[in-house]
T-cell receptor, first 114, second 116 residues
Framework: NAGVTQTPKFQVLKTGQSMTLQCAQDMNHEYMSWYRQDPGMGLRLIHYSVGAGITDQGEVPNGYNVSRSTTEDFPLRLLSAAPSQTSVYFC?????????????FGDGTRLSIL | AQSVAQPEDQVNVAEGNPLTVKCTYSVSGNPYLFWYVQYPNRGLQFLLKYITGDNLVKGSYGFEAEFNKSQTSFHLKKPSALVSDSALYFCAVRDWLTGGGNKLTFGTGTQLKVEL
């Protein structure tokens, strides 16, 4: 059972560079989301998607783009990396039709912006 | 907006002793509450949830949580702690987005350390 797979696990970028964090799930979940985790702040929602072709903003969307062309994949793009985007990024998925079902999380991407 | 608070950054307990990790909530309407655990370099794993029904909720790995409406609390408990329970624990509440969707709002996390 692969579940939610995130790549890469670690990445170091220079300020101004762009990159894409990959997320794939094999559970046929409609709902997918991206969170960032920062010390003392818990997890904060960046963007989410309720199905292919549909995305929306979360709490902290600035500086990030997403797209959802397939049910399985939900990549997160950093347009022009800034040191404030140094964080651990988690992708999560769940069945759309029951928002009380638990979310399944990937193991995260640890991103450092120099 | 809904919110949860975890008042303790760290909890230390001896192996074999009972453990409690505290969470209080602030919601409008009925709360939908969750506990997740995070082991080092891993994503969050679901432990248990409260939606409605019995105030004592049983979950994975021998954990349980007690929902207390009058005290607006949802404390995580385990009768006998194991060293392998050492991890970061998050309380979360279902919250609503302005666009009509919903999300989880997380607490800041409590680091549990179980020592021999």
């Amino acid at each position: 059972n692969a579940g939610v797979t995130q790549t890469p696990k670690f990445q170091v970028l220079k300020t101004g560079q762009s990159m894409t964090l990959q997320c794939a799930q094999d559970m046929n979940h409609e709902y997918m989301s991206w969170y960032r985790q920062d010390p003392g702040m818990g997890l904060r929602l960046i963007h989410y998607s309720v199905g292919a072709g549909i995305t929306d903003q979360g709490e902290v969307p600035n500086g990030y783009n997403v797209s959802r062309s397939t049910t399985e994949d939900f990549p997160l793009r950093l347009l022009s990396a800034a040191p404030s985007q140094t964080s651990v990024y988690f992708c999560a998925s769940r069945s759309r039709h029951d928002s009380n079902q638990p979310q399944h999380f990937g193991d995260g991407t640890r991103l450092s912006i120099l | 907006a809904q919110s949860v608070a975890q008042p303790e950054d760290q909890v230390n307990v001896a192996e074999g002793n009972p453990l409690t990790v505290k969470c209080t909530y602030s919601v409008s309407g009925n709360p939908y509450l969750f506990w997740y655990v995070q082991y080092p370099n891993r994503g969050l794993q679901f432990l248990l949830k409260y939606i409605t029904g019995d105030n004592l909720v049983k979950g994975s790995y021998g954990f349980e949580a007690e929902f207390n409406k009058s005290q607006t609390s949802f404390h995580l408990k385990k009768p006998s702690a194991l060293v392998s329970d050492s991890a970061l624990y998050f309380c979360a509440v279902r919250d609503w987005l302005t666009g009509g969707g919903n999300k989880l709002t997380f607490g800041t996390g409590t680091q549990l350390k179980v020592e021999l």
